[in-house]
């Protein structure tokens, strides 16, 4: 692989070319990710990789159009989220909600893991989250309380 197109990613690699590939390799699968499958994928995967950790997972999600950048947004939390859980939070139940209020998609992701304000903190995924719903003109909300509670709200309107 040619070096400098590592460092225009801006990896700082060491020189073990494993580190190179495995790097390469989120990247890929977060390229692959973006351009998605979608919002039904990811429920799916999700609830996979929540069983294989043994975190039980309970879902309420309402059926509704969404607008396709509206929907990316959201698969990408959720695979995030989930991600998160999964790695970090020591949970055994994850609970995820899907509505529509008052012109806004809601998306509830909670678990009964570990996280708590003083360990919380923002790392690349909930940033670059954070990022993505803002730019749709919505908000990000987090709440460590005997667990983790993340919620997004996107607008559904002409601007999404």
């Given at each position: 692989m040619d070096p400098?197109i590592?460092?225009v990613?801006?990896?700082?690699a060491?020189?073990?070319?494993?580190?190179?590939r495995?790097?390469l390799?989120?990247?890929?699968g977060?390229v692959l990710?973006?351009r998605a499958?979608g919002l039904?994928?990811?429920f799916?995967?999700?609830?996979?990789?929540?069983?294989a950790?043994?975190v039980?997972?309970?879902?309420?999600?309402k059926?509704f159009?969404?607008?396709?950048?509206?929907e990316?947004?959201?698969?990408?939390a959720l695979?995030?989220a989930?991600t998160?859980i999964?790695r970090?939070?020591?949970a055994?139940?994850?609970e995820?909600?899907?509505?529509a209020?008052?012109?806004?998609?809601c998306?509830r992701?909670s678990?009964?893991g570990?996280?708590?304000?003083?360990t919380l903190?923002?790392g690349?995924?909930?940033?670059?989250?954070t990022?993505?719903?803002s730019a749709l003109?919505?908000k990000l909300?987090?709440?460590?309380?005997?667990g983790?509670?993340l919620?997004?709200?996107?607008p559904t309107?002409?601007?999404?």
């Amino acid at each position: 692989m040619d070096p400098s197109i590592i460092s225009v990613i801006g990896f700082n690699a060491g020189p073990d070319t494993g580190e190179y590939r495995f790097q390469l390799a989120e990247v890929r699968g977060a390229v692959l990710g973006y351009r998605a499958t979608g919002l039904v994928h990811e429920f799916a995967c999700a609830r996979s990789a929540l069983t294989a950790a043994q975190v039980e997972m309970l879902a309420e999600v309402k059926h509704f159009p969404l607008p396709a950048a509206v929907e990316n947004v959201l698969a990408l939390a959720l695979r995030e989220a989930v991600t998160n859980i999964v790695r970090h939070a020591a949970a055994s139940r994850c609970e995820i909600a899907l509505s529509a209020e008052a012109g806004q998609v809601c998306l509830r992701i909670s678990d009964n893991g570990q996280a708590h304000d003083s360990t919380l903190r923002k790392g690349s995924g909930l940033s670059g989250m954070t990022e993505r719903v803002s730019a749709l003109g919505g908000k990000l909300r987090l709440k460590a309380d005997q667990g983790l509670t993340l919620e997004l709200r996107i607008p559904t309107g002409a601007n999404a």
